[in-house]
């Protein structure tokens, strides 16, 4: 059985001025590299044990997954390319304030998050939702009887999550906040 962990990135410089990254690409904060050390210290205290580590091609991720792995004396993360965030589209480097005012009334209120379902050029949730399955039956494909971690952003972790558990994708996104390097898991996806 392939058993999987999501972690999202630390904080990052456009988490700071509350600024919509889809796949923009703006390093850490310290704040951010600190929170990953604190990810390790988490992962450690739990004794988990990482068969492999995967993480975006965007540095945020990368770069988190990049200390949780040195921390835990693994290989360099591998980049997974289906692991990247959603595609904003019109949404990208946009106020996170201003969502509800351009999005309105095509959105899904969380406590702590506004979603967007599908302004111009954006990835819809179920296009979300099956490129998340592509990376659980990836991941089940090379690491059969393996535990592995995969570091990634919000709406994707979300949706590789609702894949892994056959949870409605509307219903994953109101359930749990997934702040700055929290942890998901450990998730059956053989």
Known sequence: MTIIYIARHGQNEDNVR????????????????QQARQLARHIKDRELV????????LGRAFETAAIVAAALGLAEPIVHNDLIERDFGIMTGK?????????????????????FLHPDGAE??????????R??????????????????????????YAAATSTPWRQVLT??????????????VS
């Open 50 to 57: 990482f068969d492999a580590v995967y993480a975006s091609p």
């Open 95 to 115: 106020l996170v304030a201003d969502i509800e005012e351009i999005c309105a009334p095509d959105i899904i209120k969380a406590e702590n998050v506004t979603y």
């Open 18 to 33: 509350g600024i919509l990254n889809g796949h923009r690409d703006l390093p850490l904060t310290d704040l951010g590299r």
């Open 175 to 188: 359930d749990f906040y997934f702040g700055n390097t929290d942890i998901i898991g450990p998730v059956d």
């Open 135 to 160: 990376v659980l039956d990836f991941m089940a494909h090379q690491h059969p009887d393996q535990t592995v971690l995969l570091a990634c952003h919000g709406d994707i972790g979300k949706m590789i």
């Open 124 to 133: 819809t949730f179920p296009e979300l939702l099956a490129r998340g399955q």
